[in-house]
């Protein structure tokens, strides 16, 4: 059992860093949490905390202290303190939702002006199960392509994301076409696209590739539209 000592100055704030340090102290992670309330209105939840500065992965959390409600509980911090259920839950979901919706529809809008609304398609279905889908497929006059479209919040998000649908697009159905994995989140550079990939053990395939936004939009204008026959 950790013993909390409260002291009535919070430390110097620490920032994350790479490769191997010493543990976090409750107080290190004290003044994070409080910093980022301070910052954002509410204390943060896992993806949060892998993504900000002046905190640890949340599975090293989770290793030392059980997790994140575990902490928020040995720390005494007020208001909800299990983000998985409840008010907070279901405001952020309402909030993912929302964004993932206006994210696709500005794709598709992009898309059918670029190649035309009849040689774009949403949710394609590679086998009849439901699952097996990409966010878009697209007919071009070179290649026809799959868009998997996803909002990572951070670098260790995308991480997980990225190794998430290769996964998915192993060989087989899934892998009849080229992809493009376009992430949306305008705070992950081009850089950092370059470098996830670069020391990726296992890598991408020849049809498959990582941009952004400005990447996607340099990708289709390298492709030629099909035209539609007219009757």
């Not at 509980?73 to 983000?83: A, E, N, P, V």
Request: charged share 30%.
């Amino acid at each position: 059992m950790v013993n909390l000592k409260v002291k009535e100055r919070m430390p110097d704030l620490r920032k994350q860093r790479n490769g191997k340090q010493k543990p976090w102290t409750l107080e290190e992670l004290h003044a994070g949490l409080e910093q980022f309330e301070t910052e954002q209105g509410h204390y943060p939840t896992a993806s949060e905390v892998d993504s900000y500065e002046y905190l640890p992965s949340a599975r090293s959390v989770e290793r030392r202290f059980g997790g994140l409600v575990a902490l928020r509980q040995t720390l005494r911090l007020s208001g909800q303190t299990d983000f998985r259920s409840g008010e907070h839950s279901t405001r952020r979901a309402h909030i993912i939702n929302e964004r993932a919706r206006r994210i696709e529809q500005a794709v598709y809008e992009y898309l059918t002006n670029r190649f035309g609304k009849e040689f774009v398609h949403r949710e394609y279905f590679f086998v009849d199960d439901a699952r097996t889908r990409s966010d878009f497929f697209v007919y071009s006059a070179r290649d026809n392509f799959c868009v998997d479209v996803f909002y990572p919040s951070g670098r260790r998000n995308l991480i997980g994301c990225i190794n998430s649908k290769l996964k998915k697009y192993e060989p087989g159905a899934m892998r009849q076409f080229p992809i493009i994995f376009l992430q949306m989140n305008d705070a992950i550079s081009e850089e950092m696209l370059e470098g996830v990939v670069a020391r990726k053990k296992k890598k991408f395939g020849t049809d498959q590739v990582l941009v952004g936004w400005g990447g996607f939009t340099r990708l289709c204008e390298s492709q030629k539209p099909l035209r539609a026959r007219r009757k």
